[in-house]
């Protein structure tokens, strides 16, 4: 015999009265009007301009708040590399290879946001995190950040990440491997995942 839940179904919630939070919609605000302001009339990207905005964190292989980080090149014709967040104790981590997020036109690993992200991420988990650096549009058009997510992962599979960082590779388990990004990252992570 089974047994049916008769209790009534809790109604959903109406668009209307779905609200993001104060400090959500401040930050969602701001970067609004940075990214307007980088932008020319003809909608170019004023990535000079830009520059002076995005505040980066330089790689530290002195843990800062039990991580340290370092760059790892995989491909220098096309500036193709990704920043290693790495807890500085463990065994065996699971790996997470992040996409950063943008519009697939701002931000990059080293981005101050990005690296405070993939730093918790790391630390919480813990687990190594590769955060990678694609190409940004419209310089390059698509397939550009998918073709470097592939480059990424056949990397790692032909052992580049031992020959990079022999510490990290020591505590990688490469059969425990994750993707996953925000934003468009998390777009270059879901065709990532269907390859």
Do not use: Q
């Not at 980066?56 to 014709?77: E, H, I, M, N, W």
């Not at 920043?83 to 690993?109: C, D, K, M, N, T």
């Not at 990397?155 to 990688?172: I, M, Q, R, Y």
């Amino acid at each position: 015999m089974t047994e049916t839940d008769t209790s009534p179904a809790k109604p959903r919630p109406s668009a209307a009265s779905l609200k993001l939070p104060w400090k959500t919609r401040i930050s969602v605000a701001a970067i609004s009007t940075v990214t307007d302001f980088c932008r020319r009339s003809n909608g170019s990207l004023n990535r000079s301009l830009l520059s002076l905005i995005d505040a980066r964190s330089p790689a530290s292989a002195t843990p800062v708040r039990g991580v340290r980080t370092a760059d790892v090149t995989v491909d220098p014709s096309h500036n193709l590399w990704f920043r290693l967040f790495a807890p500085s104790s463990g065994e065996s981590l699971p790996v997470i290879i992040f996409f950063h997020g943008g519009g697939f036109v701002f931000l990059s690993p080293d981005s101050r946001i990005y690296d405070a992200v993939c730093r918790r991420i790391c630390r919480k988990i813990p687990a190594l995190v590769l955060s990678v650096n694609y190409r940004l549009s419209p310089e390059h058009r698509y397939p550009a950040p998918y073709e470097d997510g592939a480059d990424v992962l056949r990397f790692l599979d032909g052992n580049g990440l031992a020959t990079a960082d022999a510490a990290a590779a020591g505590l990688a388990d490469l059969s425990s491997c994750f993707l996953a990004g925000d934003s468009a990252g998390a777009n270059i992570a879901h065709h990532m995942g269907r390859r």
